[in-house]
């Protein structure tokens, strides 16, 4: 198995744990907005949709970008894994960790890991002249 491919197979594992992540995430959203104070129950239920789409988008640009040899393919990749981390991060800052909090940790790993594998092999862009 060459490196482009363990790279490639790498970024699927790693947009299917992201829904994964997101499909957990959503299937929460009723207990925890019930259990919301009714001052803050409007914007926890925004910010609980809002992250689960987050999660998805980030899913949807890895599915993009995994299978081509695009230029900058690494960027994107390392950009898609700072949605699972930020969520991390702010659970990590706000609710303490959590076991979804290691999902996400996770999600991040296998999605640097695809990037760092498929780097060897992209294109140089030629200069400007």
Known sequence: MTRERLATITSSVG???LFATAGFHM????????????????????LWVATGISLM??????IAVAPIRAYRRR???LIAALTPFAIAVIQLIYIGFIPPTAS???DTVVIVGAAVLGHE?????????
Do not use: F, N
């Open 57 to 62: 988008l980030a899913a949807l640009l890895v």
């Open 15 to 17: 947009a299917g744990l």
């Open 75 to 77: 960027a994107i990749l």
């Open 27 to 46: 299937s929460a959203y009723g207990p925890v907005t019930a259990q919301a104070p009714a001052d803050i129950r409007p914007l926890l239920a925004g």
């Open 121 to 129: 092999s992209q294109p140089v862009a030629a200069p400007a002249d």
């Open 104 to 106: 996400l940790l996770l």
